[in-house]
């Protein structure tokens, strides 16, 4: 079952977005294939490689969702990692733990329903943390990586994919009628909830720069970031490790 754990703000958009996760969890992984043309299969699997070390990694997942990462990175390990994946979406964890039964390698993996602000384990513990769209979802980012380092072992890596506004120019303009007005029809339409993805469009039209997360990444003690860009910039991947003191 899920272990619950007690959220760590009271902050009001922290529980708008968690209850709108809640309600949009059952076509969540359908339009994220829709909205990505099927190419976030293939970055997750570029930030699993990233993330992975050792014979018998233990990965954290922050902000898992439906577990797709999670999954996907229990399958990388041939059953030989173990991957946590934390979220704060009951509903979201629900469909995990139903998947997790028919999945190959679900027995490697394990939900924790919490807060990636205050995140329940002890320090230096994981040989990896993950988070895959996310970012644009947390009200405070300092804390999230804080939290991601803290848990992290010396050496271990960090990896994050997420949506950003790409660079000014033809791209820029096309990606803006696709993902600015197309996607909340399409969340309409498919979700039944076109408010939750005018939010998600929303949240990748306001969002930090790529560089900006670097540096929060930097400030909280990170080394070695590097960063990947996908699909001209609007979507990037940061890779970072927690050096050995």
């Known amino acids: 079952g899920l272990q619950s754990k007690v959220m760590s703000s009271d902050n009001s958009r922290d529980y708008a977005v968690q209850h709108m996760f809640d309600r949009i969890a059952a076509r969540y992984d359908l339009l994220n ?9 293939r970055w997750r699997n570029r930030a699993i490689r990233t993330v992975l070390s050792g014979r018998h990694p233990l990965i954290l997942d922050l902000g898992a969702g439906t577990g ?8 990388a390990t041939h059953g030989n990692g173990r991957i946590i994946g934390l979220d704060f979406s009951f509903h979201m964890l629900t469909l995990a733990q139903e998947t997790k039964r028919r999945v190959r390698h679900g027995g490697h993996t394990h939900f924790v329903l919490g807060s990636a602000l205050l995140t329940p ?24 990586f804080a939290n991601a380092f803290r848990v992290l072992k010396p050496g271990g ?3 994050s994919l997420d949506m950003f506004p790409p660079p000014a120019g033809w791209f820029s303009h096309l990606y803006g009628l696709y993902f600015y007005r197309l996607v909340p029809c399409l969340g309409g339409l498919l979700a039944h909830n076109r408010s939750a993805y005018q939010y998600l469009s929303e949240s990748v039209r306001q969002f930090h720069s790529p560089d900006r997360i670097a540096d929060m990444m930097r400030d909280c003690g990170f080394e070695r970031i590097t960063m990947q860009r996908f699909l001209n910039g609007a979507v990037c991947m940061h890779q970072a490790e927690k050096c050995a003191p």
């Open 33 to 41: 294939r829709v909205i990505s043309l099927r190419l976030d299969a």
């Open 68 to 75: 797709d990462l999670t999954f996907a990175a229990a399958k």
């Open 121 to 144: 384990f002890q320090d230096a513990v994981f040989d990896g943390v993950m988070t895959a769209f996310v970012l644009r979802n947390v009200s405070d980012l300092s804390l999230f």
């Open 157 to 159: 890596k960090f990896v």
